[in-house]
C-alpha cells in the first residue's frame, strides 16, 4: 500500500524556519517527480514546490526564494526547507507524486504566527 506521511510542522513566528519531511512508503520515489501542495482554510489546495527524478525544482512565486525542496531516494524521503515564513505560510502541506498521485497523506499543520 503507498502511504505518504508528512510531519515537522508547528507553530513559528514570522521569519522563522521549519523543514517538513514526507516519508513515502509502498512506492519509491526514485523515479518520480514529487510536490509539495498546501491547503489553507477557505482555499483550494496549491502547488507549492516541485523537484524532478534529475533534483530540478520548481517554486510557486509566492515562495520563490523562501523555500527550498529536496529528496533523499535511498531514504524514500522528500524535504521542504522554509525559511522566512510569513503568515500567509499558514496551511496545512501535503506532498504527493508527480505522475501518478498516493492517497492524500493527512498532512502537517504549519502555523506562522506572533
Known amino acids: 500500500q503507498v502511504q505518504l506521511v508528512e510531519s515537522g510542522g508547528g507553530l513559528v513566528q514570522p521569519g522563522g524556519s521549519l523543514r517538513l519531511s514526507c516519508a513515502a512508503s509502498?512506492?519509491?520515489?526514485?523515479?518520480?517527480?514529487m510536490s509539495w501542495y498546501r491547503q489553507a482554510p477557505g482555499k483550494e489546495r496549491e502547488l507549492v514546490a516541485t523537484i524532478t527524478n534529475s533534483f530540478s525544482t520548481n517554486y510557486a512565486d509566492s515562495v520563490k526564494g523562501r523555500f527550498t525542496i529536496s529528496r533523499d531516494n535511498v531514504k524514500n524521503t522528500v524535504y521542504l526547507q522554509m525559511d522566512s515564513l510569513k503568515p500567509e505560510d499558514t496551511a496545512v502541506y501535503y506532498c504527493?507524486?508527480?505522475?501518478?498521485?498516493?492517497?492524500w497523506g493527512q498532512g502537517t499543520q504549519v502555523t506562522v504566527s506572533s
Open positions: 504527493n507524486y508527480g505522475r501518478y498521485f498516493a492517497p
Open positions: 509502498g512506492r519509491s520515489i526514485r523515479f518520480n517527480d
